[in-house]
């Protein structure tokens, strides 16, 4: 008999365990064929997450085909590898329908959490129902177990960790866009170079001067209604709208902004229809993913006169290399930007921030909250040179400054735009 012929014959008297995991990894797989083929609204090739379903389908396979041949050790960590990976996905899923109500996908993904719970508690389990199986020698027995200590936070920081949040952003789950602030604003379509239709607020200006409002994140419309409302006081025409792949824009969402420079693109090609807006008075203002795109948008528009970028990290991993020569830190950013670029089939942005604010010729006031964002900030004021200026405020949490702290933020914001975007630019 065959090797394989073996393997099929013993599939028929699985144990117990290998009964569990097969169930569990069919369940988390079913959602994965979800995620991919039925998930993706308008604009979303079905394609787009081809290479991610293949490997999802061929290592469940062939984990569920050799798990009972496998070493206690080595089973326990296949299962919690697997139980992880669909506990991150499947938990999204009970946030949402905790918080915004169950769809289609909803119903799978919360199987995929069932199954993943299942899963981790079979890696607890494998362990001790083993104890003491194949003994090996006290020296050896030691050498194991302090190998595992070392290389189990390895496995989190340079594996689970990026793995589990490029899983966190494989799709994009659906959000109510809500509706404008007030009567003031008006509900408009986009459509972008690539064919996809964005839902938009826009409010007038009535000084001449418009500012774009970039979201942070998944770019939700509503992100930046706060700041908006601030700029309006001042006269300033704001546009609002959905990044692709939140609330009732199409496409696929990424939360580090990637495909969203078509999207601002559009925006500001948009801005240069309004008769209420003069040429060469647009700003940008982003929050957090938003204050990414805000400077990279500037360095691909001329247009763009004025960029506040508040909350400001990393788009790629072109800005782990800029930011750090620690090869932990570095490896932990390329193993999750490549699992981004796998997942969601399609590449990652090939220039870093740094360069951007370098090449763009546009004034950026840089917010920086806290230690982790000011480091940041000073990376980026740096390449800015003299048309940047950081403002850290060390007591500040990401993004919430025009919060805590009201007064001084739209003096320095307010201030920042009436500088630049004041009077017709040269």
Request: no cysteine; aromatic share 8%.
């Amino acid at each position: 008999m065959t090797p394989i012929a073996s393997r099929l014959v013993s599939l028929r008297a699985r144990s117990t365990e290998a009964i569990v995991f097969g169930t569990a990894a069919v369940l988390a797989l079913a959602h994965a064929f979800d995620d991919a083929l039925l998930l993706p609204g308008a604009g979303v090739p079905l394609t787009r997450h081809g290479l991610a379903l293949a490997i999802a389908l061929v290592s469940t396979v062939a984990a569920i085909f050799w798990f009972e041949s496998m070493r206690p050790g080595v089973r326990a960590a296949t299962a919690f590898t697997f139980g992880f990976l669909a506990t991150v996905n499947g938990g999204r899923h009970a946030h949402h329908v905790i918080y915004e109500g169950a769809t289609a996908n909803d119903i799978t993904g919360l199987l995929a959490l069932a199954a993943g719970i299942a899963l981790v508690g079979l890696a607890a389990w494998i362990p001790f129902r083993h104890r003491g199986e194949r003994s090996p020698r006290p020296v050896k027995r030691w050498a194991i177990r302090v190998a595992v200590l070392a290389l189990g936070p390895l496995a989190a920081i340079l594996f689970y960790l990026p793995v589990g949040m490029a899983v966190v952003d494989i799709h994009s789950l659906h959000k109510d866009a809500g509706s404008p602030p007030s009567a003031d604003y008006e509900t408009v379509q986009l459509t972008t170079s690539d064919g996809l239709k964005l839902k938009a607020w826009y409010r007038p200006s009535r000084n001449g001067a418009a500012v774009l409002m970039l979201s942070g994140g998944g770019g939700d419309i509503g992100g930046t209604i706060r700041h908006a409302k601030m700029l309006v006081r001042h006269g300033y025409g704001v546009l609002l709208f959905g990044g692709r792949g939140t609330g009732d824009s199409e496409g696929a969402v990424n939360s580090y902004g990637w495909g969203r420079e078509k999207d601002a693109a559009t925006a500001l090609d948009y801005l240069a229809t309004r008769a209420d807006v003069q040429p060469g008075r647009v700003g940008a203002l982003g929050l957090s993913t938003g204050a990414d795109m805000a400077i990279d948008i500037a360095a691909r528009r001329a247009d763009v006169r004025a960029v506040v970028s508040d909350g400001t990290a990393a788009i790629g991993n072109e800005d782990v290399k800029e930011f750090t020569h620690d090869p932990l830190t570095r490896l932990n950013g390329w193993v999750l930007f490549k699992a981004l670029e796998i997942i969601e089939g399609r590449s990652g942005p090939d220039a870093s921030l740094a360069g951007q604010i370098a090449r763009s010729r546009a004034p950026h006031l840089l917010i920086a909250a806290g230690k982790v964002e000011k480091s940041w900030g000073e990376l980026y004021d740096r390449a800015g040179g003299d048309r940047s200026e950081l403002w850290y405020l060390p007591k500040a949490t990401h993004t919430a400054a025009l919060r805590q702290y009201p007064h001084e933020y739209e003096q320095r914001v307010v201030g920042f735009f009436d500088e630049h975007l004041g009077r017709l630019q040269s």
